[in-house]
């Protein structure tokens, strides 16, 4: 059981690049997220699904597009990177529905991303 | 919007001891459980805890308990007989909208030998 994979682990993209965040969840979750974690402030969110086809925006979603076209997948795209997006981003699941929304959420490993 | 709130950006505890963590949250949920995350520098976000909101009694987990005060919408986290391996970062979660969580901004908790 392999969890919550985000992929790269690490990346350095220049201004004005693109890139895609990969994330997938292997134990039917429901929900997904993105977090960004930057110091001093937490993990913030940036978009969630709770579930296929059903996305919506967080706190800070400027600059970032989701899709969530299956149960497993959850892909984070910044569309055109700028250095304020240099931070560490977090993919989590959780399996939704009721009682069990209360369990937590499961996170992957992270993916740090600089901008320069 | 819903907040979290950690006052404590750094702690230090010496090997063996007890510490607190602290942290106050606010949310307009009525059933909800608050969960605390402890992350080691391999950066691994880690469920350490977690309290259910309607519960009185106290969540305890070996050696790391909370002090739930609903009233109060304070959520502490103890750690006794503290071990090296326990310094991390430790973050405070509420569910915020659609029950996603709103974290605080962490405490950093060293352990001293």
């Known amino acids: 059981n392999a969890g919550v994979t985000q992929t790269p682990k690490f990346q350095v993209l220049k201004t004005g690049q693109s890139m895609t965040l990969q994330c997938a969840q292997d134990?039917?979750?429901?929900?997904m997220s993105w977090y960004r974690q930057d110091p001093g402030m937490g993990l913030r969110l940036i978009h969630y699904s709770v579930g296929a086809g059903i996305t919506d925006q967080g706190e800070v979603p400027n600059g970032y597009n989701v899709s969530r076209s299956t149960t497993e997948d959850f892909p984070l795209r910044l569309l055109s990177a700028a250095p304020s997006q240099t931070s560490v981003y977090f993919c989590?699941?959780?399996?939704?529905?009721?009682?069990?929304?209360?369990?937590?959420?499961?996170f992957g490993s992270g993916t740090r991303l600089t901008v320069v | 919007a819903q907040t979290v709130t950690q006052s404590q950006p750094e702690m230090s505890v010496q090997e063996a001891e007890t510490v607190t963590l602290s942290c106050t949250y606010d949310t307009s949920e009525s059933d909800y459980y608050l969960f605390w995350y402890k992350q080691p520098p391999s950066r691994q976000m880690i469920l350490v805890i977690r309290?259910?909101?309607?519960?009185?009694q106290n969540a305890t987990e070996n050696r790391f308990s909370v002090n739930f005060q609903k009233a109060a919408k304070s959520f502490s986290l103890k750690i006794s007989d503290s071990q090296l391996g326990d310094a991390a970062m430790y973050f405070c979660?509420?569910?915020?909208?659609?029950?996603?969580?709103?974290f605080g901004s962490g405490t950093q908790l060293t352990v001293l030998p």
């Open positions: 309290q259910e909101a309607y519960k009185q």
């Open positions: 134990m039917n979750h429901e929900y």
């Open positions: 989590a699941s959780n399996p939704g529905q009721g009682r069990f929304t209360n369990y937590g959420y499961t």
């Open positions: 979660a509420s569910p915020g909208s659609a029950r996603q969580l709103t």
